[in-house]
């Protein structure tokens, strides 16, 4: 998908401030049943569609109005994934700015997931 490039300068801005992991570092924790919530910021479309084992879905639009009554905990650790980590990032920069303390974005999102043939579900 080609991103103008206004998109990709706000992307970029708010990378500087957040912190990122990656595909395989997201499913090691998985795989060793670490405590974290994992949150898919797509659309409910896509999320209906697919998404990762045991991801709660706080979709772009509504994330920052609804994060506080689906996790009140300031100090929980949120990784949030999209379909190829932009989204996500900018969503990781507003949490940021509303107070959690401990949240990631995964770099290369599902499509990265997809390619690497780590298991989805549609629970």
């Not at 500087?16 to 992991?21: L, N, P």
Request: charged share 35%; net charge negative; with cysteine.
């Amino acid at each position: 998908m080609q991103h103008s490039p206004r998109f990709l300068n706000i992307v970029q801005d708010a990378r500087s401030r957040i912190q990122e992991t990656t595909v395989e570092e997201v499913k090691e924790k998985l795989d060793g049943e670490e405590k974290f919530v994992l949150v898919d910021v797509r659309e409910e479309s896509e999320f209906i569609k697919d998404h990762l084992p045991g991801a709660l879905h706080l979709g772009k639009g509504v994330i920052e109005r609804d994060i506080e009554d689906r996790i009140p905990d300031l100090d929980a650790p949120l990784i949030l994934y999209c379909g190829g980590g932009f989204r996500s990032a900018l969503a990781a920069d507003n949490l940021q700015k509303m107070g959690y303390r401990n949240v990631r974005s995964m770099d290369g999102g599902v499509r990265e997931w997809r390619e690497k043939n780590y298991p989805l579900t549609r629970e």
